[in-house]
């Protein structure tokens, strides 16, 4: 909240972003860890690989969740590279926006935007599910609503 979502381009702070699945890797180690140490790693994509291994992921929310760390780290890389932290869509050249596409595995910057849409909304629903609704009942049963 305090340093808001931004828009599509700032791809560590947005829904289903960066730091969500930073904030899922290390939910997900510090509850399995204790019975299955081998889950732990500071890399936020092998910490992924190695809690579905041990079976504290199903198949399908593993990969979602590797493939949103490959996206979003490839993309975050190359905003980087280009044009640091602020990217203005409006003024983006056309090899630029090319460029992104390629970072992102699209076809081109449309395809991009909606690879960007898919990814987001994917990732923020495992967190939904892992994080804000197991929440929201626990302070609900604390109120005794």
Avoid at 6 to 30: N, P, S, T
Avoid at 78 to 100: K, P, Q, W, Y
Wanted: aromatic residues 6%; charged residues 25%; proline residues 1%.
């Amino acid at each position: 909240r305090e340093h808001g979502a931004g828009d599509d381009w700032h791809v560590k702070r947005k829904r289903g972003g960066i730091v969500d699945l930073e904030f899922l890797a290390q939910y997900l180690q510090l509850r399995h860890a204790a019975e299955r140490p081998e889950v732990l790693s500071t890399n936020t994509l092998q910490a992924f690989e190695r809690l579905a291994a041990a079976g504290c992921l199903d198949a399908a929310t593993a990969e979602t969740l590797c493939n949103g760390v490959r996206f979003w780290q490839g993309l975050q890389s190359m905003l980087r590279l280009t044009v640091g932290e602020a990217f203005d869509e409006a003024s983006a050249t056309d090899g630029l926006r090319a460029l992104l596409a390629r970072a992102g595995g699209a076809e081109d910057f449309d395809d991009l935007k909606r690879s960007i849409a898919v990814t987001a909304e994917a990732v923020y629903e495992i967190f939904q599910a892992m994080i804000e609704e197991p929440a929201a009942d626990v302070a609900r049963s604390a109120t005794g609503e």
